[in-house]
């Protein structure tokens, strides 16, 4: 298979700014080492990705349709199910 068909795109969001992704599978461990690597955002992942404090929740959703659903990022995997997403960070930290 081509490189190029693993290519997965995604558009993070945080602060009304936009920020274009593109990465390939297996490029990351997860949502949030992804998010941390593009931006920097105070308070955000304290735990590490250790599942226990939940400032890396992010809502996840399609431009193309209202449905969205809110998830932990450092539990969320880069793959196909991303492509083509908006990721929304909060504004608010715990």
């Known amino acids: 298979m081509p490189a190029n068909e693993r290519d997965i795109s995604l558009t993070i ?3 009304g700014e936009s ?3 593109q990465t390939y599978l ?6 949030m080492t992804l998010i941390s690597d593009h931006l920097a955002i105070p308070g955000f992942g304290l735990c590490c990705g250790m599942g ?3 400032t890396c929740v992010v809502t996840i959703g399609n431009k193309y349709t209202s449905a969205s659903r809110s998830v932990m990022a450092c539990d969320m995997q880069i793959n ?5 997403t908006q990721i929304t960070i909060s504004d608010q930290r715990y």
């Open 13 to 15: 969001i945080y602060r």
């Open 19 to 21: 920020c274009p992704i």
């Open 26 to 31: 297996n490029e990351y461990g997860s949502l």
């Open 52 to 54: 226990s404090c939940g």
């Open 80 to 84: 196909d199910e991303l492509s083509n």
